[in-house]
């Protein structure tokens, strides 16, 4: 059941990002003839010497359409972005009926990574223990000294 679930979702998402990008798409061009026609009139006017406030005004409406040409952009990626995302979740979690997390039984808890490594440093401390003699070991040297077997500490 929840495998049929998380399919149903993952083309449900999928099939989102590509209606967003494609009505982005479909925005961008219809914004991007709008800055060619209002781009035009603003080169006119600035070749006629049109008053100052006439320039203002057509290159407000022509940046107005270049943010919009930007903002569907973006939209197109962004679209385009989450159906690939969704498309490659679908791929690898539909391959060979494999789920993508580890079985329980193949995890370690944490108390036994604990104890494994608490007995490890333990072996690791009574070998150096044993290697240098009492009171030298690598933990009672500072941390920018180097630690030398058969020396004490040195700079």
């Not at 961008?28 to 781009?39: E, G, I, K």
Request: glycine letters at 6%; a positive charge.
């Amino acid at each position: 059941m929840m495998r049929k679930m998380s399919l149903a979702l993952g083309v449900l998402f999928f099939l989102c990002g590509l209606t967003a990008c494609f009505a982005s798409a479909y925005y961008v061009f219809a914004d991007w003839h709008a800055l060619n026609v209002f781009y035009a009139r603003f080169e006119s006017l600035v070749k006629n010497n049109a008053p100052e406030r006439s320039l203002f005004i057509a290159s407000t409406e022509q940046a107005a359409f270049r943010l919009n040409c930007f903002a569907d952009g973006v939209g197109v990626l962004l679209g385009a972005i989450l159906a690939a995302l969704d498309w490659l979740c679908l791929s690898i979690g539909g391959r060979n009926g494999r789920k993508l997390t580890t079985p329980r039984s193949q995890t370690r808890s944490r108390s036994s990574v604990f104890a494994r490594n608490t007995l490890r440093n333990a072996e690791l401390t009574r070998a150096t223990r044993d290697w240098n003699g009492p009171g030298l070991n690598p933990t009672s040297c500072p941390q920018r000294w180097k630690w030398r077997p058969f020396k004490s500490c040195s700079i």
